[in-house]
C-alpha cells in the first residue's frame, strides 16, 4: 500500500511538530507548512490525500485556504 501524504498547515510550529510526531508514528508521511502560502504551495507541488488546517493564521485563515485548495483540489480537510 502506498503512504499516505498528510499536509498539516499552522502557524504555531508546536502544534505543526507534535501533529508530525503522531501522523508519522502511525506511518503516514508528512508535510509541514507553518503559513497559508506554503501550505498552498505544497499542494501544488505534492500528491496530498489530506490536509490539516488551523483556522485562525496570519495573512489568509483556514477558510481561505479552502477556498482556494477547492478550486483544484478535493481531498478531505481537518480544520484545528
Known amino acids: 500500500m502506498d503512504q499516505i501524504?498528510?499536509?498539516v498547515t499552522d502557524d504555531e510550529r508546536e502544534?505543526?511538530?507534535l501533529l508530525e510526531i503522531y501522523l508519522v508514528s502511525d506511518?503516514?508521511?508528512?508535510?509541514k507548512a507553518y503559513s497559508a502560502k506554503e501550505?498552498?504551495?505544497?499542494?501544488q507541488e505534492h500528491d496530498i490525500q489530506l490536509a490539516i488546517l488551523d483556522i485562525m493564521?496570519?495573512?489568509l485563515d483556514g477558510?481561505?485556504?479552502l477556498t482556494q485548495m477547492r478550486r483544484t483540489k478535493n481531498i478531505p480537510v481537518i480544520f484545528l
Not at 39 to 43: A, D, E, F, M
Request: avoid cysteine.
Open 39 to 43: 501550505g498552498l504551495q505544497i499542494l
Open 5 to 7: 501524504n498528510i499536509l
Open 15 to 17: 502544534i505543526a511538530d
Open 57 to 59: 493564521m496570519p495573512e
Open 27 to 31: 506511518g503516514y508521511r508528512v508535510w
Open 63 to 65: 477558510i481561505q485556504v
